[in-house]
C-alpha cells in the first residue's frame, strides 16, 4: 500500500487571483530522515517524521535550525522491527501534534513482541508525548504508517485506513472508524475541506488499474456520503483549497470517461469542483504527494524521479515554476504565516526550505491569521487639463484588500486604451493626485491609475482623459510704472529724464524722475532713463546696467535707476540686503497670496524692492522671479491651477544688489469650498440617565476643515432642536440631561468655513437604569459611556477626548479596543497607566483594560503596535469593588464563518457581564442578546461592537450577536466586574 502527506490549515482564507511563481530555495537542513512534515504556523515550527523508528524532529522556521528530537514511542529494544513513523500532522489552535506510527512484529530471544500501530499525541510547547491512541480493534502489528490530517476547527483528526476513515475526537481522543466504499484495495490519502467540513479520502482503483475512487466523509455528523472517481490512477497527491472549493489529484495516467486506462498518457493533476464532483481540469504533472498553500492559492507537488517541486496557480490552474529539491521528496509543510515552504526529502534525509515571498502578487497572510489581498481598483478618476499639464486626482480603492495602501502608479498613452505598461509617475499611498507636465498642449492624453499594497497591485481604475491648453492671457487692466532715481548710496536725485515707449521704439510719453506712467497690464514696455551733466547712469535695481529697461507689468511697478554723481556721498560700506523673513502663503481660488517682512538689515542701503521667485516642488523655485520691482511687502500670485502646490521664497534688492532668500513657503490653490456633507453612522447606545452617541465624519469636507459637530435631539422622529456643539474633531457626544425611560431622537450636522452640511441619519435611544442594580442594594451602574473609531494617528495612538470620571469611591474604567492586525501597547488615562484584564488576538485583536477609582476629566489614549484601523469603547461604572474588581475573564474566537458567541460562569450576585467582539469589517454586527452599548464599522477594516448585562445571580452567561452575509472569523472577549457589595 502507498501512502501520502496531509496538510490542513489554520483558517478559513480569501483567495484572489495572482501572478507566476518565483519560489526559490533558501536553506537545506540536514536531519535524521525526511518523511511527513506539518508545520504550526501560529509558533513557526516545523515537524518531520524521520521515517526512521519512532522519531520527529523539530525545526525552528525563524532560525531554520534544529530545536528538539521526540521518541513518539518507545524503540524495540532488540530484533528487527520495521514499524517507523512516517506520518505527522499539527493542530495550530491547541499546539498540539499527532504521529502516525507504523506496527511491527519482533523476536525477543525465541518470543515474538507485537508492537501495534498507534497515534501518539504531543504537546507542541513541551515536545513531551501526553497520550498514545490505538485506532484499530484489531491486534494488527503489520500496519504502515497512515496519512494523518487534522481539522483545527473541530478539533478532530483523520487516519486513512486500509477498510476506511478512522475518526478521533481530539477532546477525548476518542475513535471512530467510518466504513468507505468505492474499493477494497485500500484507502492511501486525504484531504480536508475546513470550510465545508469535508474529508476526501482517495483510494486505490480496481487492480490498480483502474480510476481512483474518492470518497466523501460529511465531517459534521462523521459519516460516509458517496463515491466519485477520478479520471486516472491517483492512490496517493489529494488536496483542496477550501475558498475557492476545489479539489486536486495527481494522477500517474488517465482514463476516459469510460474508464478505459492509458498507462503512457503521461502524470497529471486533475482539478475537480467540490460542489458536485465534476472534472474542471487536467493540467499535464508529475505523480506524487500534494499541499496547498491557501493563502498564496498555490499547489504544490513533488517529483521523486526528478528530485523537484512543482508550483501550480490555483486561481488559473496552471503550472508556474518547478524548484529543485534534495532527493526523493516526500512530505510538504508549509509555514502560511512566514510564506515558506518545508520539503522533505526521504532520498537524501534533507529538508529544504523554500522562501515564496517574492511570488505574491495576490493574497497574504497577515500577523492575526486574516487574509490580505490586493487591493480593489481606484475609484473616479479625473483629468483635468491645464496649461502643458494635465492634473489628476481620484478616489481610494473601495477596499484595500486588508493590507494599507503604499503608493499608486500612474498610466499614460495618447489613444484611449493605449496607456503604457510602465507608469510615468508613483505618489504615495496617502496622496490621490498626480500632476503630469510632461505633456504638449494640444495633444489629447488618456490616463489609469493601479492601487499597490504589500501583496501586490491592482486592477486599473477607469480611464480618464484631458487635452492640455494654453490658457488665454488675463484681460489687461490699467496699472503704473514709477520711475525713481538716487545716488549709489541710495539717496533721492530728482529731474532727471525717463521715457516709456513700445518695444517697436514708439514713444508713449516722458518725464522727469520721480515720473510716473498709465499702462496696461500685459502689455510690454521699454523704459528709458537719460543722464544729465555729472549724474550717469549705473545701473537698476535689479542690477542691469543697461539704460533700458523692458517690463510687462501684471500689476503697478516701481523701477529705481542709480547714478554716479559727482560729489561723493557719505556712506559706510554697502552690501546686499539680509533676507526677509517670516514669508507667509496663504492659498486661494486660482491665486496665492504672499506677506512678508522686511529684512533687519538693508545692507547700509534702502532696500529698493522685492523679487519674488516660485516653483511646484520644495527646493525648486525658478532662479527668474515670477515678479520684481515689488515696493510693498505684499504680493498676490495670480492665474495659477487649483490642487498644484506651489513653493515661493523672496529677496530684498538694495543699490549693491539682491539679497539672500526668505525662508520658503507654500500653498495649494483651490476652489472656493462648499458646505460639508453629512456626517455618517450616527449610532446612539443608551445608558443609566444618559445616551451616548458616535458617528463618522463626512466623507467630504467641501474642501474646507471641519470646525464644529452640531448635535440635535428630540423626542419624537422629525422633531429634534439644537442640543449642543463639539469641535471638528470630535465624533462623539454623551447626552446626559436625558430621563430614565424616554425614547430620544437624534442627528448631527457638521460645519466647515463655508457652511453647515445637510443632517445625518437619524438614530435614537432610551436610556434605562440597570436592572436590579444601584449602589444600595451592592449592583453595578454604568454612569459614562463613549467611543470612538477610525485609524490611529502618526504615533499609532488613538484618542478619546475629554471622558468625564467625575468623582467618588468604589468606581471603575474600562477600555474595550477591537482592533485590525494589531494589539494595543498601553492604554492610560490622563496619564495613568491601565492594567490589561483579557486579549483575544487569533482573527481581529480583541482586549479589555481597566483602571480602579479614576477621577477627573482627561484623555483616553491607547497606542497599538503599529498603524491600524480600530475601535475604542470607554466604560465608568459605579460601585465596583475595588479588591478585585474583574471577577471572571473569557475569550472565544472562530476561524469559520459564524456570528459571535462568549460565556461565562459568573461567580457572585449583582455582578456586571460585559462583552467586546471583533469580527472582520465586511461584516455588521446586529441583534445582540445583551444590551448593546455600541456598535461600530469600520468598511473593509474591522467591526467593534458591546453589549452587557447584569447579573442578580450567579450562573452561565451568554452574550451573543448576528453577523451578516453568513459572519467570518472573529474574537470575543468578556469580563465579570464584581460588585462592591
Not at 534525509?349 to 515564496?356: E, H, L, Q, W, Y
Not at 452561565?956 to 467570518?968: E, H, I, K, Y
Request: hydrophobic content about 30%.
Amino acid at each position: 500500500m502507498l501512502f501520502a502527506i496531509i496538510f490542513t490549515f489554520v483558517a478559513s482564507v480569501t483567495v484572489l487571483s495572482h501572478n507566476a511563481s518565483a519560489d526559490q530555495v533558501v536553506a537545506t537542513i540536514p536531519v535524521n530522515g525526511a518523511y511527513g512534515v506539518d508545520t504550526n504556523p501560529n509558533t513557526h515550527l516545523t515537524y518531520v517524521a524521520t521515517g526512521q523508528g519512532y522519531q520527529i524532529q523539530v525545526i525552528n522556521d525563524t532560525t531554520n535550525s534544529i530545536i528538539a528530537t521526540i521518541q513518539t514511542q518507545p524503540q524495540a529494544q532488540a530484533g528487527t522491527c520495521s514499524g517507523n513513523t512516517e506520518f505527522v500532522t499539527v493542530n495550530p489552535n491547541n499546539n498540539l501534534v499527532y504521529a502516525s506510527n507504523g506496527g511491527c512484529e519482533y523476536q525477543l530471544g525465541t518470543v515474538p513482541v507485537f508492537v501495534k500501530q498507534t497515534i501518539s499525541v504531543i504537546n507542541g510547547t513541551t515536545n513531551q508525548v501526553i497520550a498514545t491512541i490505538t485506532p484499530s480493534n484489531e491486534y494488527d502489528h503489520a500496519a504502515q504508517s497512515s496519512p494523518i490530517a487534522v481539522n483545527p476547527t473541530t478539533n478532530k483528526i483523520y487516519e486513512a485506513d486500509i477498510n476506511g476513515l478512522f475518526v478521533i475526537d481530539g477532546s477525548s481522543n476518542s475513535v471512530k472508524e467510518i466504513t468507505l466504499y468505492g474499493t477494497s484495495l485500500g484507502w492511501d490519502d486525504l484531504a480536508i475541506n475546513t470550510n465545508t467540513n469535508t474529508i476526501y479520502v482517495d483510494g486505490v482503483g480496481s487492480n490498480g488499474g483502474g480510476p481512483s475512487p474518492i470518497a466523501v466523509v460529511n465531517g459534521t455528523t462523521d459519516s460516509y456520503v458517496t463515491t466519485f472517481y477520478s479520471n486516472g490512477d491517483s492512490r496517493i497527491g489529494i488536496a483542496t483549497v477550501p475558498e475557492t472549493n476545489q479539489i486536486y489529484v495527481s494522477n500517474s495516467y488517465l482514463c476516459s470517461s469510460s474508464n478505459v486506462c492509458n498507462v503512457n498518457s503521461g502524470q497529471y493533476v486533475s482539478v475537480f469542483s467540490g460542489s458536485n464532483y465534476q472534472l474542471i481540469t487536467a493540467i499535464p504533472a508529475v505523480h506524487g504527494y500534494m499541499s496547498t498553500d491557501p493563502i498564496m492559492n498555490k499547489i504544490y507537488v513533488d517529483n521523486q524521479g526528478g528530485n523537484t517541486i512543482l508550483v501550480f496557480d490555483g486561481q488559473n490552474n496552471n503550472m508556474t515554476g518547478t524548484i529543485q529539491v534534495g532527493n526523493d521528496p516526500f512530505g510538504i509543510g508549509i509555514d502560511t504565516e512566514a510564506n515558506e515552504v518545508y520539503v522533505g526529502n526521504s532520498g537524501s534525509n534533507t529538508v529544504s526550505v523554500i522562501d515564496s515571498n517574492s511570488s505574491s502578487t495576490s493574497s497574504n497572510s497577515t500577523s492575526s491569521g486574516t487574509t490580505a489581498a490586493i487591493p480593489f481598483a481606484p475609484q473616479n478618476l479625473q483629468a483635468s487639463p491645464n496649461n502643458s499639464q494635465v492634473s489628476l486626482s481620484w478616489q481610494a480603492p473601495s477596499s484595500n484588500g486588508g493590507s494599507t495602501i503604499t503608493g499608486y502608479d500612474v498610466y499614460r498613452g495618447t489613444t484611449s486604451g493605449g496607456e503604457s505598461t510602465t507608469p510615468i509617475g508613483t505618489v504615495s499611498g496617502s496622496t490621490l493626485s498626480y500632476n503630469d507636465t510632461a505633456v504638449t498642449n494640444g495633444q489629447v492624453y488618456y490616463y489609469k491609475v493601479t492601487a499597490v499594497n504589500s501583496v501586490g497591485q491592482s486592477a486599473p481604475s477607469n480611464e480618464a482623459s484631458a487635452d492640455p491648453t494654453a490658457p488665454p492671457p488675463p484681460p489687461p487692466t490699467q496699472a503704473t510704472i514709477s520711475v525713481n532715481s538716487v545716488d549709489l548710496c541710495g539717496n533721492p536725485i530728482t529731474g532727471l529724464w525717463s521715457v516709456i515707449r513700445y518695444t517697436n521704439g514708439t514713444t508713449i510719453t516722458s518725464g522727469y524722475t520721480p515720473a510716473s506712467f498709465s499702462v496696461m497690464t500685459g502689455t510690454t514696455y521699454v523704459v528709458h532713463v537719460g543722464n544729465y551733466g555729472s549724474d550717469v547712469f549705473n545701473h537698476w535695481s535689479n542690477g542691469n546696467t543697461t539704460s533700458y529697461y523692458t517690463i510687462t507689468p501684471t500689476q503697478s511697478a516701481t523701477l529705481t535707476a542709480y547714478y554716479s554723481t559727482g560729489n561723493t556721498c557719505t556712506s559706510t560700506t554697502t552690501t546686499a540686503p539680509g533676507a526677509p523673513t517670516g514669508l507667509a502663503a496663504t492659498a486661494g481660488n486660482s491665486q496665492v497670496s504672499l506677506s512678508w517682512t522686511a529684512p533687519a538689515s538693508n545692507g547700509g542701503s534702502a532696500v529698493t524692492g522685492y523679487n519674488v521667485y516660485r516653483g511646484t516642488t520644495t527646493g525648486g523655485e525658478s532662479s527668474t522671479p515670477v515678479a520684481s520691482g515689488i515696493t510693498t511687502t505684499t504680493y498676490t500670485d495670480n492665474g495659477l491651477t487649483n490642487g498644484q502646490a506651489y513653493y515661493y521664497t523672496v529677496k530684498a534688492v538694495n543699490s549693491v544688489g539682491t539679497g539672500t532668500a526668505s525662508n520658503e513657503a507654500s500653498a495649494t490653490p483651490m476652489a472656493s469650498a462648499t458646505a460639508p456633507s453629512a456626517p455618517q453612522n450616527l449610532v446612539a447606545a443608551a445608558g443609566n440617565a444618559q445616551v451616548s452617541l458616535s458617528w463618522a465624519a463626512p466623507s467630504s469636507n467641501g474642501g474646507s476643515a471641519i470646525t464644529s459637530y452640531n448635535v440635535y435631539r428630540g423626542t419624537s422622529s422629525g422633531g429634534e432642536t439644537s442640543l449642543a456643539s463639539v469641535s471638528g474633531s470630535t465624533t462623539s457626544y454623551t447626552d446626559t440631561a436625558v430621563t430614565n425611560g424616554i425614547t430620544y431622537y437624534y442627528y448631527v450636522t457638521a460645519t466647515n468655513s463655508a457652511g453647515t452640511s445637510t443632517q445625518s441619519n437619524e438614530t435614537s435611544a432610551t436610556p434605562t437604569a440597570p436592572s436590579g442594580n444601584s449602589g444600595s442594594t451592592g449592583g453595578i451602574a454604568l454612569n459614562n459611556v463613549q467611543s470612538t473609531s477610525g485609524t490611529t494617528d502618526s504615533s499609532n495612538q488613538m484618542t478619546i477626548s475629554s471622558f468625564n470620571a467625575g468623582s467618588g469611591t468604589n468606581q471603575l474604567l474600562v477600555v474595550g479596543i477591537s482592533a485590525n492586525n494589531q494589539g494595543a501597547t498601553t492604554v492610560t488615562f490622563n496619564g495613568q497607566p491601565l492594567t490589561q484584564t483579557v486579549s483575544s488576538f487569533t482573527n481581529n485583536d480583541a482586549e479589555f483594560w481597566y483602571l480602579k477609582n479614576p477621577t477627573g476629566t482627561g484623555n483616553v489614549v491607547a497606542t497599538f503596535g503599529g498603524q491600524t484601523q480600530a475601535v475604542v469603547g470607554v466604560y465608568l461604572f459605579a460601585n465596583v469593588n475595588q479588591t478585585s474588581p474583574i471577577a471572571n475573564t473569557a475569550k472565544n474566537s472562530n476561524t469559520a464563518s459564524s456570528s459571535p458567541t462568549i460565556s461565562m460562569t459568573t461567580k457572585y450576585a449583582n455582578d456586571m457581564v460585559l462583552d467586546l467582539p471583533s469580527i472582520y469589517g465586511g461584516q455588521t454586527l446586529g441583534s445582540p442578546t445583551c444590551t448593546q452599548e455600541w456598535n461600530t464599522n469600520i468598511p473593509s477594516a474591522i467591526t467593534g461592537a458591546s453589549s452587557s448585562t447584569n447579573v442578580s445571580s450567579p450562573g452561565s452567561v451568554t452574550c451573543g450577536w448576528t453577523a451578516n452575509q453568513g459572519g467570518d472569523m472573529w474574537d470575543d472577549v468578556a469580563v465579570e466586574i464584581e460588585a462592591a457589595s
